[in-house]
């Protein structure tokens, strides 16, 4: 071999290994998402299906609703808070699929990922919007383990037919809470996605709880 000519690119070159795997089709997959989310936030407390696509597959504890969510309303220009026990695994598959941003601070997120409603942040820590602009606020996304169980809810508000009832298994009171106390700021306020098992359950800001 020639030492003066220089080396050919090795063909065995170790590159760092996806972190999962994302929409099997981008387009389609995302489509059927948002139908679902939109479907979720005009009636709020109704739980709506959530397919994610057979290829999403995103490193635990990211569930595959809420990755097929993030990667359908987040991209490289939404700052997305991570939860802290979602590690790096999940910070570059948001990175890798979508351009995401993460590791947002409270107040500058435009969405917020939490891995365990029972165990959700400070959530006065995140942005309720201005007057001048109410959409500058923060949706999260906060996983849950399912329906069915957990304290009874009665919603009232746009989208609900006089008054609906909802159980939610592994939502801390504190996301109730939050719910509650802003609503007289209204139209400020946070917006929640709750992920729970194969659905999604919108509770906008506008919802009224009873009792």
Same mark, same amino acid.
């Given at each position: 071999?020639?030492?003066?000519?220089?080396?050919?690119?090795?063909?065995?070159?170790?590159?760092?290994?996806?972190?999962?795997?994302?929409?099997?089709?981008?387009?389609?997959?995302?489509?059927?998402?948002?139908?679902?989310?939109?479907?979720?936030?005009?009636?709020?407390?109704?739980?709506?299906?959530?397919?994610?696509?057979?290829?999403?597959?995103?490193?635990?504890?990211?569930?595959?609703?809420?990755?097929?969510?993030?990667?359908?309303?987040?991209?490289?220009?939404?700052?997305?808070?991570?939860?802290?026990?979602?590690? +790096?695994?999940?910070?570059?598959?948001?990175?890798?699929?979508?351009?995401?941003?993460? +590791?947002?601070?409270?107040?500058?997120?435009?969405?917020?990922?939490?891995?365990?409603?029972?165990?959700?942040?400070?959530? +006065?820590?995140?942005?309720?919007?201005?007057?001048?602009?109410?959409?500058?606020?923060?949706?999260?996304?906060?996983?849950?383990?399912?329906?069915?169980?957990?304290?009874?809810?009665?919603?009232?508000?746009?989208?609900?037919?006089?008054?609906?009832?909802?159980?939610?298994?592994?939502?801390?009171?504190?996301?109730?809470?939050?719910?509650?106390?802003?609503?007289?700021?209204?139209?400020?306020?946070?917006?929640?996605?709750?992920?729970?098992?194969?659905?999604?359950?919108?509770?906008?800001?506008?919802?009224?709880?009873?009792?």
């Amino acid at each position: 071999m020639d030492a003066s000519q220089p080396a050919a690119p090795s063909t065995a070159v170790l590159r760092a290994p996806v972190p999962g795997a994302g929409f099997a089709d981008p387009v389609i997959d995302a489509q059927r998402v948002f139908r679902a989310v939109l479907g979720a936030m005009a009636e709020p407390g109704v739980p709506v299906p959530l397919d994610p696509g057979a290829g999403v597959d995103p490193p635990a504890p990211l569930g595959r609703g809420a990755a097929a969510v993030l990667l359908t309303l987040a991209d490289r220009d939404t700052p997305v808070w991570r939860d802290p026990a979602a590690g +790096d695994d999940v910070r570059n598959y948001l990175r890798f699929h979508a351009g995401i941003p993460s +590791d947002a601070a409270p107040a500058d997120a435009v969405f917020a990922f939490v891995a365990d409603g029972r165990q959700p942040p400070p959530l +006065d820590r995140f942005a309720l919007g201005t007057a001048e602009q109410p959409d500058r606020s923060t949706t999260l996304i906060i996983q849950t383990d399912g329906l069915g169980h957990g304290p009874a809810r009665d919603l009232e508000g746009p989208g609900i037919q006089g008054r609906i009832g909802l159980r939610l298994d592994g939502l801390a009171d504190a996301v109730w809470q939050r719910l509650a106390a802003q609503r007289p700021a209204f139209p400020l306020g946070v917006d929640v996605l709750v992920v729970a098992g194969g659905s999604v359950i919108g509770l906008p800001r506008s919802i009224h709880l009873v009792g």
